[in-house]
């Protein structure tokens, strides 16, 4: 019996995130004053979305008579109950301030903001260029798969996709690209006489960033001046045009959690005084509850801005206490650091504060980037705490940043007119105690930015 086409079943599994998830992902990789920026946003364009009154959050006031006839919020179904949840503190705001190393990203998001707003597109897909500027990370480059941003907007990739060649236009050239290749083929396309250039961006691009010119040559059938001119011309391109928008004024730090010794335990804080309280309005909340009253369309609506004000309360809650979770875990796993910042940091990686929090480590990847913390001692980006370990010659375990320090220190006191070769760290590591591969020594000194021997010697 042959089957006609519209008679074939095919099961198939797909992974798909729902717009709650993605909200939740975005919220959470946000720091402290972006995420202020996003409630303000969110303020402006959701009516069903509003700050509760200062005098509310201080004190229970005794219901007013004229709303006993309201539908009470039911904030149990909206919000999800968790015992570990703890209502933020107050910032004390009198204690020291840092050396600025950090800077925000909401300058940017501004100034990408004011150009979309000269743009002439329509609301859906200003509403789509919207959430792609927000994920933008500090470098300016998006992070986000495009398919989770049409996936989120409930549009197609196509349509996300003809969104983002459009915000790719905008100030700095270079802006909202998705990796390294594409943000220098952006500016090159911008620019006149770059053929030669964008020929190498775009079909040979591993070769050139791993200097193999002389391949190159052989390859496109060039000599050594056209491709020392097409160095040049690439030389000039901006890598990281997000950070050109930071300006030079000092951005300081705002920590996005404090941590303080209290007796024998540590009290953690996520700092995020400044963010508004949010709720529903009442007042919508009836309207949708009379339902005759509405047409479908107008009820359709308000019940989307409904959900969408629910999930994005549910998502700051989320997040402050992801925050404080994965904090916590950190401390327990570094505590002779924390009870004495001179202490050596301990082997630790994403893998294990996922596994002792029982989360995903795309999570906590996205709680510790780009975050700080604030202790007596300073202030810490969440990343530092983490390293890998190996096991030196005595058979203890040891932290490789000790090992990169080390490795650091012998670059920096070798012949500049003789640098050492990655085997030979390797041998003179070896002496120190220090057993690693040369292809470790490799890793490590790509993570250090030092460059190979042939490009640290001098003339």
């Not at 840092?98 to 800077?103: D, E, F, G, I, S």
């Not at 390859?219 to 045009?241: D, F, H, M, Y």
């Not at 375990?397 to 220190?409: F, G, H, M």
Request: hydrophobic content about 35%; proline content about 5%; glycine content about 4%.
């Amino acid at each position: 019996m042959q089957l006609s086409q519209t008679q074939i079943q095919k099961l198939s599994q797909e992974l798909r995130l729902t717009p709650q998830q993605i909200l939740q992902s975005t919220i959470l990789q946000l720091t402290t004053l972006a995420l202020e920026a996003r409630v303000n946003q969110e303020l402006e364009q959701n009516p069903v979305l509003e700050e509760l009154p200062p005098e509310e959050k201080e004190t229970d006031e005794e219901p007013d008579q004229n709303k006993d006839e309201e539908e009470p919020i039911d904030w149990d179904e909206i919000l999800p109950q968790n015992d570990d949840y703890e209502p933020k503190r107050e910032y004390d705001h009198g204690r020291e301030e840092y050396t600025p190393v950090q800077v925000s990203p909401r300058g940017m998001v501004d100034y990408l903001f004011d150009q979309l707003r000269l743009m002439n597109l329509s609301d859906k897909d200003e509403q789509i260029a919207r959430e792609i500027i927000w994920n933008l990370d500090e470098r300016g480059y998006l992070g986000t798969p495009i398919e989770n941003i049409a996936f989120s907007q409930s549009v197609s990739i196509e349509q996300a996709e003809k969104v983002l060649k459009q915000i790719q236009q905008l100030e700095p050239p270079g802006i909202a690209a998705r990796d390294l290749r594409e943000c220098l083929l952006i500016q090159l396309r911008q620019m006149e006489n770059t053929e030669d250039a964008r020929l190498i961006v775009q079909d040979h691009f591993d070769d050139f960033a791993n200097r193999r010119f002389q391949q190159i040559m052989k390859s496109l059938g060039w000599g050594k001046e056209r491709i020392q001119a097409v160095q040049e011309t690439i030389q000039k391109l901006n890598p990281k045009p997000g950070i050109s928008l930071l300006g030079s004024d000092p951005q300081y730090i705002v920590p996005d959690l404090i941590v303080e010794k209290m007796g024998d335990d540590f009290l953690i804080e996520v700092n995020d005084s400044r963010i508004p309280e949010l709720r529903i309005s009442s007042g919508y909340l009836n309207m949708i509850s009379e339902g005759d009253k509405l047409n479908t369309e107008a009820r359709q609506y308000l019940k989307k801005k409904i959900d969408m004000a629910k999930w994005f309360i549910q998502a700051i809650h989320q997040r402050r206490l992801t925050m404080i979770k994965v904090m916590k875990a950190i401390i327990d796993r570094q505590r002779d650091f924390f009870e004495d910042y001179r202490n050596p940091l301990k082997p630790m990686i994403l893998k294990d504060i996922a596994e002792d929090i029982n989360m995903d480590i795309s999570t906590i990847s996205r709680v510790t980037n780009g975050k700080y913390v604030q202790l007596s001692s300073g202030v810490y980006e969440l990343k530092y705490f983490f390293n890998e370990g190996m096991v030196d010659g005595s058979g203890e375990e040891v932290s490789t940043r000790i090992i990169k320090d080390k490795l650091k220190a012998i670059i920096e006191g070798e012949d500049k007119q003789k640098p050492y070769s990655d085997d030979h760290l390797a041998k003179l590591l070896k002496n120190e105690g220090y057993p690693i591969a040369r292809r470790t020594v490799a890793k490590y000194r790509e993570q250090l930015k030092i460059p190979v021997a042939r490009l640290r010697r001098s003339i």
